[in-house]
């Protein structure tokens, strides 16, 4: 198990630190993160999606017709977890989502690989489909329709950002005696308090 550690009194520079640390380890999917959104009366629902960065929150992208993206329409809120088996670490944010800028999803699509860019396209992200063929069907047509040009962020698709407001930080120990240490934000910074595992 992990040594312990006292992650201090930044919970989003010990996130960054540990996730640094994941990728240098070869954790498989480092940057992926279980993402939780709720309906208008509160029915859940969650699914992985990958971490695009920190930029006053958490930075993810996605269809904006997809089922997240209609509930955090309803319902603006989100938790996320990332755990890391290799480092018996896991980290949990809840907090306000916010959909990014379109500059700022521009810019951000433009270094996604083609392939990608045209799936975005091409994928009616959680709506039905009537087969696999048709799927690859829909791809084949938009790489056509943008051969031998830059493909164009769809206006249906971009990024959001989760700003926490509460950050666990969860260091797994012997025993399943865990270290657990929850952090608030409150208007100085956060408040930390060490909760029994």
């Known amino acids: 198990m992990s040594d312990s550690l006292d992650p201090g009194d930044d919970p989003i520079g010990t996130f960054r630190a540990w996730l640094d640390e994941a990728v240098a380890r070869g954790e498989t999917f480092a940057d992926a993160m279980m993402l939780a959104t709720a309906s208008r009366d509160g029915a859940p629902s969650a699914r992985t999606v990958l971490y695009k960065g920190y930029d006053r929150g958490v930075l993810f992208y996605t269809n904006y017709t997809s089922r997240k993206a209609r509930e955090l329409d309803d319902n603006p809120r989100g938790a996320l977890v990332f755990y890391w088996a290799t480092l018996h670490r896991q980290v949990r944010m809840e907090g306000r989502v916010e959909r990014l800028e379109e500059a700022d999803s521009d810019a951000y699509f433009a270094t996604r690989p083609r392939e990608t860019q045209l799936g975005a396209w091409a994928s009616p992200q959680s709506q039905p489909v009537d087969s696999r063929d048709a799927l690859d ?37 012997e025993h399943r005696l865990h270290d657990r240490y929850l952090y608030e934000r409150v208007d100085t910074g956060w408040r930390r308090t060490r909760l029994g595992p």
């Open 137 to 173: 069907q829909r791809f084949k047509e938009q790489d056509e329709r943008w051969a031998g040009r830059a493909v164009e962020r769809p206006q249906f698709w971009g990024g959001y950002r989760l700003i926490p407001d509460v950050v666990e930080l969860w260091i797994g120990r």
